[in-house]
């Protein structure tokens, strides 16, 4: 049974101290890993997808990494607009689902 | 376009009610897919429309009936829900099987009183 876990579940960061936040997985094969940023309220807003281990993508101040048991979620001087839950999600090869993880809440303070 | 609309964006029925949940994408995505969040939870997977035809239905039970009248619509109708069935719904879409991710909406914020 496919299983993502985050950690942590939540953080607090000082406005400009740089973070990661992790997810690790079991998936008997997996076809993409996705992060999802989400605000209260809001559906997730898609950030990255990662496909193979080695791989690596950036947005502004994310950078998302992938190794065969997780995929980490760093983030360079972060903003109090960061401030959200960040869900991890897998899918695995045989299917169209998406498996997520609990999330972490994240908030940053000016 | 690169939105998935939801509408009403919230609702209070009471469990006698009828109503539905409508999702409207224009992407050309062939698959919609409805996800059920309470708070502080991931959301869950409830039902899956591959090219218009119900792929997956996560053991939801029958006071949630799902339709996709076309390619762009997706309905969640309503009936006989209990107070428990309160919780965010998620539409999402997305091209068969998603590899390239989903977009959701905003959701539609459900109170059963």
């Known amino acids: 049974e496919d299983q993502v876990t985050q950690s942590p579940e939540a953080l607090r960061l000082q406005e400009g101290e740089s973070s990661s936040l992790n997810c690790s997985y079991t998936v008997s094969g997996l076809r993409g890993l996705f992060w999802y940023r989400q605000d209260p309220g809001k559906g997730p807003e898609f950030l990255f997808t990662?496909?193979?281990a080695g791989e690596e993508k950036e947005k502004e101040r994310l950078k998302a990494t992938l190794t065969k048991k997780e995929s980490f979620l760093h983030i360079t001087a972060p903003k109090p607009e960061d401030s959200a839950t960040y869900l991890c999600a897998l899918q695995e090869t045989s299917g169209s689902r998406l498996t997520f993880g609990e999330g972490t809440q994240l908030t940053v303070n000016p | 376009d690169t939105e998935v609309t939801q509408t009403p964006k919230h609702l209070v029925m009471g469990m006698t009610n009828k109503k539905s949940l409508k999702c409207e994408q224009h992407m050309g995505h062939r698959a919609m897919y409805w996800y059920k969040q309470k708070a502080k939870k991931p959301p869950e997977l409830m039902f899956v429309y591959s090219y218009e035809k119900l792929s997956i239905n996560e053991s939801v039970p029958s006071r949630f009936s799902p339709e996709c009248p076309n390619s762009s619509l997706l309905n969640l109708h309503l009936h006989a829900l209990q107070p428990e069935d309160s919780a965010l719904y998620l539409c999402a879409s997305s091209q068969p099987p998603g590899v390239y991710g989903y977009t959701f909406g905003s959701g539609t914020r459900l109170t059963v009183v």
């Open positions: 990662l496909y193979s």
